[in-house]
T-cell receptor, first 111, second 117 residues
């Protein structure tokens, strides 16, 4: 059973608007979450993370929100740019220090 | 900057061949990981290693083995390649637990696109 779920396989947004990517998890023991961005034919690159002791972390245009009671996190990109078009993976830190990834959401930002 | 390199970007092998995928990192990271990425399935962990000569099975270890003889190098071995192992293979590394600022982030290589015919 999937422990980290990204239920939207794709998202299309107009340039300049907000992109919101969602992620749900099932294990309440997860204490650290990360977002990765992946372009085709490249490895994923780390984007932003959040510890379970926080409910928000911001880095420039990227903000991650964590709602522990709902076991839900989201990544907000404001304003969205065409270069943000990529696949975004949500991940949670597992008990052995490994990362458990969602299936990804493909974001398309249209000019 | 952390650098993770993988020996090949593209590889074509025949069914039944033994395949070696090599990964090298230059940041003295303790942890190394092998994933495969398939459309609609995301990144799935095959094996990982916390230290030299140590290995742990991930979610999908069947059909694979690994070797970590040196800290900087982690090899993925397909003992007898099959068509269902056609995939993008991604290697990653990270600092170990207990590191001063234990960031958890994994740094990925560019990937190897393996096709088994």
């Amino acid at each position: 059973d999937q422990q980290v779920k990204q239920n939207s396989p794709s998202l299309s947004v107009q340039e300049g608007r907000i992109s919101i990517l969602n992620c749900d998890y099932t294990n309440s023991m997860f204490d650290y979450f990360l977002w990765y961005k992946k372009y085709p034919a490249e490895g994923p690159t780390f984007l932003i993370s959040i510890s379970s002791i926080k409910d928000k972390n911001e880095d420039g245009r990227f903000t991650v929100f964590l709602n522990k009671s709902a076991k839900h996190l989201s990544l907000h990109i404001v304003p969205s740019q065409p270069g943000d078009s990529a696949v975004y993976f949500c991940a949670a830190r597992g008990s052995q220090g490994n990362l458990i990834f969602g299936k990804g959401t493909k974001l398309s930002v249209k000019p | 900057d952390v650098k993770v390199t993988q020996s090949s970007r593209y590889l074509v092998k025949r069914t039944g061949e033994k395949v070696f995928l090599e990964c090298v990192q230059d940041m003295d990271h303790e942890n190394m990981f092998w994933y495969r990425q398939d459309p609609g399935l995301g990144l799935r962990l095959i094996y990982f290693s916390y230290d030299v000569k140590m290995k742990e099975k991930g979610d999908i270890p069947e059909g694979y083995s690994v070797s970590r003889e040196k800290k900087e190098r982690f090899s993925l071995i397909l003992e007898s390649a099959s068509t269902n192992q056609t995939s993008m293979y991604l290697c990653a590394s990270s600092l170990g637990a207990g590191a001063p600022y234990w960031p958890y982030e994994q740094y990925f290589g560019p990937g190897t696109r393996l096709t088994v015919t």
